[in-house]
């Protein structure tokens, strides 16, 4: 298997090449966090050619948002959430983030992945990366002032703080309120967080 | 040592026997949720009398905050929280929930709590009792109105996720915020939830 070459000549590797990056990208995330964590060292911890992982992730940010397996490209939501009027920004974003949860799937892993984040430190210092980088950094920038960073964490704090609250505790009334209520009642903390 | 009598003549039990109460509650509590413990029932669970369960526990609030062992007496949070003007409910919530987690010891007892309620489904589900019938109900009794449990569960949400991205995930430049700077900002949010 692992001597198959594809119409191009080029050899793809085994048929969990694309899994032995991943696993080499994990532990080198996990060791060396996401600035020390190179394309070219994932793909000699993999032994594989640097080629390679370029022809399976398209970048260090791709690479590392499949090596974590999050439930959600956190691209696609930073994208969603700047995409519209500056002073709806807050239904946006809690909507589409309770739109992931909700979704049956969805529900599933990012319990896994909370949960994770909240027992393993090393999860944790990665996801305080890449929420850093993915999330925090293209949201703050277009928030603007030199205090955008701690709004935009302090609406990740409700965000986070409601998802345990609901699906982990399960305390009620949150537990079992309709979407739309707490959209109604979130979105203008948002959006007071944001741009008050 | 387990024949020593007291002054009065009554078996205290073994040097541990308020240990043993404790397990057997912790036991109970886990098993049969907060409704279905009793403390005759944790006594049988002890092999104490039930006067010895007493003896050393007031009520079951005062068992169950013993046995879950938690950093702080709710009902204690709960009076401070509302001891005071109605129009800085916000201030004093946050104020006193930080304080909690800002001494050193609090804050390494905390953490390990909220990572218990988090990795385990039913230290989850005690907290859901304990929380509810310690904290939500009479502080939702003050606020008044048919949706004051939401209100007082959305606040909780919002504590919970700050406590989490500050001291857990560690998120920045939230980790970091002077505490006064968290009051500033999140005192309003709180007030929002409960009295708008």
Chains 1, 2 share one sequence.
Do not use: C
């Not at 995330?29 to 050619?49: E, P």
């Not at 080629?51 to 992730?57: C, I, K, M």
């Not at 398209?58 to 090596?67: G, P, Y």
Request: hydrophobic share 45%; proline share 5%.
């Amino acid at each position: 298997m692992s001597n198959r070459t594809d119409a191009r000549g080029r050899r793809p590797g085994g048929p969990d090449t694309r899994g032995d990056i991943l696993r080499a990208a994990r532990e080198s995330f996990a060791s060396n966090g996401f600035s020390g964590t190179s394309m070219r060292g994932v793909a000699r911890g993999a032994g594989v050619d640097a080629a390679l992982v370029h022809h399976y992730f398209d970048s260090k940010d791709a690479l590392f948002v499949e090596a974590m397996a999050l439930p959600v490209d956190p691209r696609q939501v930073a994208a969603t959430v700047l995409d519209g009027p500056r002073e709806e920004i807050g239904v946006r974003i809690v909507t589409v983030f309770l739109g992931v949860w909700e979704s049956p799937d969805g529900q599933q892993r990012m319990k896994a992945f909370l949960r994770s984040v909240v027992s393993s430190d090393q999860v944790a210092q990665l996801m305080r990366d890449g929420i850093s980088r993915l999330i925090l950094a293209p949201v703050s920038e277009v928030i603007g002032g030199n205090d955008a960073r701690l709004r935009v964490s302090l609406v990740a704090s409700q965000l986070i703080g409601m998802a345990l609250t609901r699906y982990l505790l399960e305390l009620e009334p949150l537990a079992s309120a309709p979407v739309q209520t707490l959209i109604d009642r979130i979105a203008p903390v948002l959006q007071q967080y944001l741009t008050d």
